[in-house]
C-alpha cells in the first residue's frame, strides 16, 4: 500500500503561481511513476504531467508544457508540480497518483488506469 497526501493548492490570480505537494508513504519503494491529474466540475479527469520515481523521465500535457515543471525529491518521497502562468482554464482539483508498474510508455503513463494509489486531491482556482 501506498498513500499519498496532497497540498499546496489555493486562489491564485491568473499568471500567478503556485506549487503542489504531494507527501508519499507505506511501500514507496515499490513506485515506479508519480502521476498528476486534475479534473474540474462537469469534466472527467483529466492526466497532467508524470516523472519516472528514478528522474529519468518526464511528459506533460501539451496545454502545460513550458508553465508546469513536475519535480520529486526521494529523501522526503515527495513529488513536486510548479504550476506557472496559471490560467482559469487550469482551475480544478489536482490529484497525486503513484504506480507500482514498471514504466512502459507515455501512453500508458498518461492513463489513470495505470495509477493504482491516488490522494485526496487538492482545489487549485485562477481568477481571471
Known amino acids: 500500500q501506498v498513500q499519498l497526501v496532497e497540498s499546496g493548492g489555493g486562489l491564485v490570480q491568473a499568471g500567478g503561481s503556485l506549487t503542489l505537494s504531494c507527501a508519499a508513504s507505506g511501500r514507496t519503494f515499490d513506485t515506479r511513476v508519480m502521476g498528476w491529474f486534475r479534473q474540474s466540475p462537469g469534466k472527467e479527469r483529466e492526466f497532467v504531467a508524470f516523472?519516472?520515481?528514478?528522474?529519468?523521465?518526464?511528459y506533460y500535457k501539451d496545454s502545460v508544457k513550458g508553465r508546469f515543471t513536475i519535480s520529486r525529491n526521494i529523501a522526503k518521497n515527495t513529488v513536486y508540480l510548479q504550476m506557472n502562468s496559471l490560467k482559469p482554464e487550469d482551475t480544478a482539483v489536482y490529484y497525486c497518483?503513484?504506480?507500482?508498474?514498471?514504466?512502459?510508455?507515455?501512453?500508458?503513463?498518461?492513463?489513470?488506469?495505470?495509477?493504482?494509489?491516488w490522494g485526496q486531491g487538492t482545489q487549485v482556482t485562477v481568477s481571471s
Open positions: 516523472i519516472l520515481w528514478s528522474g529519468v523521465t518526464t
Open positions: 497518483a503513484a504506480s507500482t508498474r514498471d514504466y512502459s510508455s507515455t501512453y500508458r503513463s498518461r492513463d489513470g488506469a495505470e495509477y493504482g494509489y
